[in-house]
């Protein structure tokens, strides 16, 4: 990393506003969307009834527990407009969220809730260091994914300049980046990884020496801090960790300050609770599970304690920053993408940290989950870091040396037994946005 950038705060009155007036005016404002949601969206009517509620149960933040949750399976069997609070003709904005599983989810904006959008990733850019004279190199995929367009929001409401270059051509990013002198990177992690490897191995551009990037903010996939440490090693950096949602805004719900012990969260915004996956009880400070949301102030389509999906923990002791506002740790990964080796839970994270602790390993990595003979075996196929591997040559005792090295980091990581397989440098795919490591072939039916 170059030097650490000057981190500021956007909106201190709300950033940095006492807890006690953080909560009064959550409350204010949860009274209000519950009113607002339940007299706009049927599916809240239908769903209070269910539980006996009406809005004036709702009176504190304790009678958040009365309220029942949102789904994405409530999002989906309400699309397209089901969920929308507000007549088409007050709708600006329309994204349909990704929709994998084939079943699309309407996140609509009205013109306030643009405002809100570019306020929250405003505060996101100030925590990155980024000040009017910045050019935002902007390799968010633009379109109906909401990365592009909420950084891109984010910059205009700074005052920053906005390259849309948005996601792909990776040659050209390069060259762009070195043209322009673009100073702020967005995009997924590993994309940023990729464009370090890319301008280093194939333009012999030494982003170091020759590009002017003095911060990233790298959200919408699990990462982890070991990422982290190569991003900012390769591409001279400071990297921040920002995560955000469709179905709550897009990205803006929260980011990293300069230092990096957590997300705080826009609690002005959002409520934020911590439950067991399984049971939905809430959890207790600082434990982990998944993150349920509920928007304060979103007007087309609000929504009332969302379940995440993302797993986390949350606390609101003090930061040294300055701000007021509690802070979620780094998602683990998504409940959805836990996966069982012989019993033993996991995300692409966990093997990706273990992976990483070891000199040598590159962060291009992939996992194959088997069934021989009953058995769960899993695979990681990773690639050296590409002097290693050239310096190798024919040595195979070498490569052994590193794959066994690899495959005890992850059993005393993690504990199970993993086949590491190191394949040529370059040889795994890269990714421009979000991440795929798994294959699963076991027919659990889980990918
Ligand atoms: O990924 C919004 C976003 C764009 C966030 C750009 C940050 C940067 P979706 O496509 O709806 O929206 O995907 C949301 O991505 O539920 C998480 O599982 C995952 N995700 C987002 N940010 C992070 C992060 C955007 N920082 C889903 N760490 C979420 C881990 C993240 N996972």
């Keep these: 990393m170059k030097s650490p950038v000057e981190s500021w705060v956007y909106q201190p009155e709300y950033e940095k506003m006492p807890r006690n007036k953080l909560l009064s005016l959550q409350e204010e404002r949860l009274k209000k969307i519950v009113c607002y949601c339940y007299e706009n969206i049927p599916v809240y009517k239908r769903k209070f009834k269910e539980v006996g509620i009406t809005p004036d149960d709702i009176k504190t933040l304790n009678d958040m527990e009365k309220i029942p949750f949102t789904t994405k399976e409530d999002l989906r069997t309400a699309y397209p407009y089901g969920m929308l609070a507000v007549e088409i003709s007050e709708v600006l904005e329309l994204h349909a969220s990704s929709g994998t599983t084939g079943h699309p989810t309407t996140c609509a904006y009205t013109k306030n809730d643009l405002e809100t959008w570019s306020k929250a990733m405003a505060r996101i850019y100030a925590s990155a260091g980024t000040k009017k004279g910045d050019i935002v190199h902007n390799a968010y995929g633009y379109g109906l994914f909401t990365g592009g367009l909420g950084f891109h929001y984010g910059a205009l409401e700074i005052g920053a300049a906005v390259l849309p270059i948005a996601a792909g051509n990776t040659e050209r990013q390069i060259r762009l980046a070195k043209e322009y002198g673009t100073t702020i990177l967005a995009c997924t992690p590993s994309y940023a990884a990729y464009l370090g490897e890319f301008a280093k191995e194939k333009m012999t551009i030494d982003p170091l020496e020759e590009l002017k990037w003095k911060s990233g903010l790298f959200g919408a996939e699990a990462w982890s801090e070991e990422l982290r440490g190569k991003i900012e090693e390769i591409l001279g950096l400071e990297a921040f960790d920002i995560y955000g949602l469709s179905e709550v805004i897009g990205p803006g719900v929260s980011v990293e300050c300069s230092e990096h012990c957590g997300l705080h969260v826009y609690e002005d915004y959002f409520i934020p609770e911590i439950i067991n996956p399984a049971t939905g009880e809430k959890l207790g400070k600082g434990e982990t599970g998944e993150l349920v949301l509920t928007t304060l102030v979103r007007e087309a389509t609000p929504v009332l304690r969302f379940r995440t999906g993302d ?97 005890e980091s992850i059993r005393t990581m993690i504990g199970v037994n993993a086949n590491v397989v190191l394949v040529p440098y370059n040889s795994l795919p890269r990714f421009e946005g979000k991440a795929r490591r798994i294959t699963d072939k076991r027919g659990l039916g889980i990918f």
């Design 311 to 407: 797993l986390t923990s949350f606390t609101r002791e003090e930061c040294t920053c300055g701000r007021t506002m509690g802070r979620m740790a780094r998602i683990l990964g998504r409940a959805d993408d836990m996966f069982k080796v012989r019993g033993v839970k996991m995300w692409p994270t966990t093997v990706e940290h273990a992976l990483l602790q070891v000199k040598g390993a590159s962060q291009n990595y992939q996992i194959l989950l088997e069934r021989q003979e009953q058995l769960d075996c899993m695979t990681v196929q990773v690639e050296p870091e590409k002097e290693l591997f050239e310096s190798m040559g024919q040595d195979l005792s070498k490569l052994r040396e590193l794959s066994l090295k690899i495959a």
